[in-house]
């Protein structure tokens, strides 16, 4: 589990992130949305360890005990970076390499695997993401969109990290792939217990996978809750942001009829 504790960050004198606190648990799908500027990116880049907080505290929480990633030594961060997994807006792959040689990437990096070994895991992640063994030899330049998001994800996985942060992973898909991609990120965070940071503003994504929602305005956090509270809360500001489209303002009124007849 990841916990910040009243997180500040400030560039040029401008506060992007105030005193907020939030959990992000394991075997969760951890989201962080808010419109633009509203500090959801520049969280997560501090969680990631890319900018060192102005003030307060990023504690990995592991068996009761809590290290503090704002105080962490070249070389111990250099280690947290191994334990994480990180899937980018635009899946992120070599353009020169083929589909197999980007999942083996981190694992020639930094595993201490034969090749063989190696060879294994990675086509493991692959099948684990269904993608059809015919395109393992293929470049990313002949895959379509969301197969080349799963090779992102197998690629993201294949070290077994501990958290997973994901950046707008449903930019630039269809509908009906970003549902598949969704249910992949939640199967796996399920499957192997791994704390996953979803950095969104995808409507759907947040209601079909949100189990632990941080909703941030304007650098501070409005809002905690799951996606079954969502629909159901009174913060002006959440209502706003998620119920601005008339298919997701029906929804509240079901559910707020839902919740008078219980």
Same mark, same amino acid.
């Given at each position: 589990?990841?916990?910040?504790k009243?997180?500040?960050?400030?560039?040029?004198?401008?506060?992007?992130?105030?005193?907020i606190?939030?959990?992000?648990?394991?075997?969760?799908?951890?989201?962080?949305?808010?419109q633009?500027?509203s500090?959801?990116?520049?969280?997560m880049k501090?969680?990631l360890g890319?900018f060192?907080p102005?003030?307060?505290?990023i504690?990995l929480?592991?068996?009761?005990?809590?290290s503090?990633?704002?105080?962490y030594?070249?070389k111990?961060?250099?280690?947290y970076?191994?334990?994480?997994?990180t899937?980018f807006?635009?899946a992120a792959?070599?353009d020169s390499?083929?589909v197999?040689?980007?999942?083996?990437?981190?694992l020639?990096?930094?595993?201490?695997?034969?090749?063989?070994?190696?060879?294994?895991?990675?086509i493991?992640?692959?099948?684990?993401?269904k993608m059809?063994?015919?395109?393992?030899?293929?470049?990313?330049?002949?895959i379509?969109?969301?197969?080349?998001?799963r090779?992102a994800?197998?690629r993201?996985i294949?070290?077994?990290p501990?958290? !997973?942060?994901c950046d707008e992973?449903? *930019?630039? +898909?269809d509908? %009906?792939?970003s549902l #598949?991609?969704d @249910?992949?990120?939640q199967?796996?965070?399920r499957e192997y217990?791994?704390?996953t940071?979803?950095?969104?503003?995808?409507?759907?994504?947040?209601?079909?996978?949100?189990?632990?929602i941080?909703?941030?305005?304007?650098?501070k956090?409005?809002w905690q809750?799951?996606?079954?509270?969502?629909?159901?809360?009174?913060?002006e500001? !959440?209502?706003d942001?998620?119920?601005a *489209?008339? +298919?997701f303002? %029906?929804?509240?009124? #079901?559910e707020n @009829?839902?919740a008078?007849?219980?």
């Amino acid at each position: 589990m990841i916990q910040v504790k009243n997180i500040v960050k400030q560039f040029e004198g401008v506060t992007v992130l105030n005193d907020i606190s939030a959990d992000f648990k394991d075997g969760q799908v951890n989201m962080i949305i808010g419109q633009s500027g509203s500090g959801k990116t520049v969280l997560m880049k501090t969680m990631l360890g890319l900018f060192k907080p102005d003030g307060g505290e990023i504690l990995l929480v592991e068996s009761e005990k809590a290290s503090n990633l704002a105080q962490y030594s070249e070389k111990e961060m250099r280690m947290y970076h191994r334990q994480v997994g990180t899937l980018f807006q635009g899946a992120a792959l070599f353009d020169s390499q083929t589909v197999l040689e980007n999942v083996l990437f981190p694992l020639e990096m930094f595993s201490d695997m034969s090749e063989e070994q190696m060879r294994e895991r990675a086509i493991f992640c692959l099948r684990r993401v269904k993608m059809p063994e015919h395109t393992f030899d293929l470049m990313p330049s002949e895959i379509s969109g969301g197969q080349q998001k799963r090779v992102a994800i197998a690629r993201a996985i294949v070290l077994n990290p501990k958290y !997973l942060f994901c950046d707008e992973p449903n *930019s630039g +898909l269809d509908p %009906k792939t970003s549902l #598949v991609i969704d @249910q992949l990120i939640q199967d796996i965070t399920r499957e192997y217990n791994i704390c996953t940071i979803v950095n969104s503003h995808d409507m759907n994504s947040i209601m079909e996978i949100g189990d632990n929602i941080v909703f941030l305005k304007n650098g501070k956090k409005e809002w905690q809750g799951s996606r079954h509270e969502i629909s159901r809360s009174d913060n002006e500001a !959440l209502n706003d942001f998620v119920f601005a *489209s008339e +298919l997701f303002k %029906k929804i509240k009124l #079901v559910e707020n @009829q839902k919740a008078k007849t219980e």
